[in-house]
T-cell receptor, first 119, second 113 residues
Framework: GAVVSQHPSRVICKSGTSVKIECRSLDFQATTMFWYRQFPKQSLMLMATSNEGSKATYEQGVEKDKFLINHASLTLSTLTVTSAHPEDSSFYIC???????????????FGPGTRLLVL | QKEVEQNSGPLSVPEGAIASLNCTYSDRGSQSFFWYRQYSGKSPELIMSIYSNGDKEDGRFTAQLNKASQYVSLLIRDSQPSDSATYLCAVNGGTGGGNKLTFGTGTQLKVEL
C-alpha cells in the first residue's frame, strides 16, 4: 500500500517552454501532497505544500508564479514549471501523506521523481 | 530555526557488520521521526518511523529515539552491499511545522565486500 506515482519520469525541454509533472496516490487518498526539488549531491528542498481544493503554500524563496501547483482531487496534484530555464533543471519529487490509524501521525510516501533537463 | 543534523559520511562498514547512523534535531516539540533510504538517482524510500522513546525493530533495522537528548539513530544489522545508499533522517510535527518534514542532509553509507 501507500504507492505514489509520478509522470513523466524524465523530461527534456527547450528553454522558455512549460512542463507539467503529475503526482498520483494510487491506493489511498491524499489530502496533502508535497513537492520537493533536489539538486545533485544535495538534500531535498521543500518547494510547496499542496492541499486538495485550496491554494498551495509555498516555501520562502519559491516563486509561486513560476511553479504552479494544482491539487484538483484527492489523488492527483500537478506541478507546472512555467517558462523553464536551464537553472530549473533538477530532480522533482512529490510525496503524499497517508494517514496512519494508530497514533494519528502521518507518514510521507514519495513518488519516484521526475528528472527535468532544460536545454 | 528547526534543524536536523547528520554526519555526511561516507560511513564505511564491512559486509555483515552493524552500521550505526545518527541524527540530532533542534526542535523539542518534534513528534515523529523517520528514516528514509535514498539510492543514487532515486527518490527516498521509507525505512522506519518512530514516535516514542526507546527502540523499534523491523527486520535488520532498529530505530532508537531519545527525546530528552534530541537524538534518533538507525542501526542496520548484518549490513549488505545493497544497503549502500544515503540515509536521510526526517523530523515532523515540531513547533508550527504541521505535517512538513525537516530533512537532514543525509549520511552516505558504504558497505564493503
Amino acid at each position: 500500500g501507500a504507492v505514489v506515482s509520478q509522470h513523466p519520469s524524465r523530461v527534456i525541454c527547450k528553454s522558455g517552454t512549460s512542463v507539467k509533472i503529475e503526482c498520483r496516490s494510487l491506493d489511498f487518498q491524499a489530502t496533502t501532497m508535497f513537492w520537493y526539488r533536489q539538486f545533485p549531491k544535495q538534500s531535498l528542498m521543500l518547494m510547496a505544500t499542496s492541499n486538495e481544493g485550496s491554494k498551495a503554500t509555498y516555501e520562502q524563496g519559491v516563486e509561486k508564479d513560476k511553479f504552479l501547483i494544482n491539487h484538483a482531487s484527492l489523488t492527483l496534484s500537478t506541478l507546472t514549471v512555467t517558462s523553464a530555464h536551464p537553472e530549473d533543471s533538477s530532480f522533482y519529487i512529490c510525496s503524499a501523506i497517508a494517514a496512519l490509524l494508530a497514533g494519528g501521525y502521518e507518514t510521507q510516501y514519495f513518488g519516484p521523481g521526475t528528472r527535468l533537463l532544460v536545454l | 530555526q528547526k534543524e536536523v543534523e547528520q554526519n555526511s559520511g561516507p560511513l564505511s562498514v564491512p559486509e555483515g557488520a552493524i552500521a550505526s547512523l545518527n541524527c540530532t534535531y533542534s526542535d523539542r516539540g518534534s513528534q515523529s521521526f523517520f528514516w528514509y533510504r535514498q539510492y543514487s538517482g532515486k527518490s527516498p524510500e521509507l525505512i522506519m518511523s518512530i514516535y516514542s522513546n526507546g527502540d523499534k525493530e523491523d527486520g535488520r533495522f532498529t530505530a532508537q529515539l531519545n527525546k530528552a537528548s534530541q537524538y534518533v539513530s538507525l542501526l542496520i544489522r548484518d549490513s549488505q552491499p545493497s544497503d549502500s545508499a544515503t540515509y536521510l533522517c526526517a523530523v515532523n510535527g515540531g513547533t508550527g511545522g504541521g505535517n512538513k518534514l525537516t530533512f537532514g542532509t543525509g549520511t552516505q553509507l558504504k558497505v564493503e565486500l
